[in-house]
């Protein structure tokens, strides 16, 4: 009796490990197994594509802006490492140009005296042979041909002539036309060929006492618009009054010369004031240089420089003077 029910115990023991082990796979299955519905589920993983591929192609273009960007970097590179060589250069070209400028100073320095020396012994020359009656005239127009009916100022009216030299300006007027007790007409126009007085324009200005004083009076406050170069003023001088017959002197004062070309001015003169065979030019052109940009222990400029070479020029081919002071006092 015994025997028998242990033998049952058993058989049901084994039994509930069955049905134990069976329940776990179905919850299993229940864990691993999707459960939803079907359709839910295919959208979400079409969103999840989506998103993924989104991303991958981001990723390619933050890939192909990186590509770009690596370029650029390299381009301003090598435009810096450009940029810097030509820095060298151009600061070699400075440190040539500085050392040039420097031996240039150097060489209008003794320009300058040797010219000091040329301009004291002419004025000695001139006191020899004039006597006394030379220091009764102004020494900065002695010498200079006084035999002309008309005479025309061609005045440089520019910034630096006003601030520095008008004074003296006017003082060299008076000078000049005290050269001339009485002369035919009188005209006076500044350097761009703009006249003095409108009322006389294109035509000679009557000399008279009363006439002189207001063309001094004038000057002291006349400040038309000037470019520096009395070239304009000459050519117009000589187009408007040249007239056969007529003995003429133009007067030009001035300091620099800032044109492009000192050959191209003496030839449009040339052409202008052209000579017929063997008889002198149609008009005399006097020059007067003020030392503006001359001062002591300063080097010249270079416009005054070309100023001198022009003017020393044109009066030499025109029969003229060219006189350059050597003080503003």
């Known amino acids: 009796m015994k025997k028998q029910r242990r033998q049952q115990q058993e058989a049901s023991i084994s039994f509930l490990d069955v049905i134990s082990c069976g329940f776990g796979a179905i919850v299993l299955l229940l864990i691993i197994a999707k459960v939803g519905d079907p359709s839910v589920l295919e959208d979400a993983d079409r969103q999840l594509q989506g998103s993924v591929k989104d991303y991958q192609e981001r990723l390619f273009e933050i890939r192909g802006e990186t590509v770009i960007l690596d370029k650029r970097l390299k381009s301003r590179k090598q435009q810096l490492s450009d940029l810097s060589e030509r820095i060298a250069r151009l600061q070699e070209k400075l440190a040539s140009v500085s050392k040039q400028?420097?031996?240039l100073s150097q060489s209008q320095s003794t320009e300058k005296q040797n010219l000091q020396l040329v301009l004291q012994i002419l004025t000695e020359e001139m006191q020899r042979l004039l006597g006394p009656q030379f220091e009764k005239n102004n020494q900065l127009v002695g010498g200079i041909p006084a035999d002309s009916d008309?005479?025309?100022?061609v005045i440089d009216t520019s910034g630096s002539m006003q601030s520095a030299a008008w004074p003296k300006v006017q003082t060299e007027m008076l000078n000049?036309?005290?050269?001339y007790p009485q002369v035919k007409g009188i005209q006076v126009l500044n350097d761009m060929g703009q006249f003095m007085f409108a009322e006389f324009q294109n035509s000679w200005i009557p000399d008279s006492s009363d006439m002189r004083e207001k063309i001094t009076n004038k000057l002291a406050n006349w400040a038309p618009f000037s470019n520096s170069s009395p070239v304009e003023g000459i050519e117009n001088a000589i187009k408007v009054f040249y007239k056969a017959g007529r003995k003429i002197s133009i007067y030009t004062l001035g300091d620099d010369f800032q044109g492009n070309s000192i050959q191209r001015v003496i030839k449009v003169?040339?052409?202008l004031n052209k000579a017929n065979q063997n008889e002198a030019r149609l008009?005399?052109?006097?020059a007067i240089g003020f030392p503006v940009h001359l001062r002591p222990g300063v080097s010249p400029s270079r416009s005054a420089l070309r100023f001198a070479a022009l003017m020393r020029e044109l009066s030499y081919n025109n029969g003229g003077t060219f006189i350059g002071l050597n003080s503003l006092e």
């Open 283 to 286: 008009v005399r052109i006097h």
């Open 101 to 103: 400028s420097s031996q």
């Open 150 to 153: 008309y005479i025309i100022f």
């Open 176 to 179: 000049i036309l005290d050269v």
């Open 269 to 271: 003169i040339d052409r």
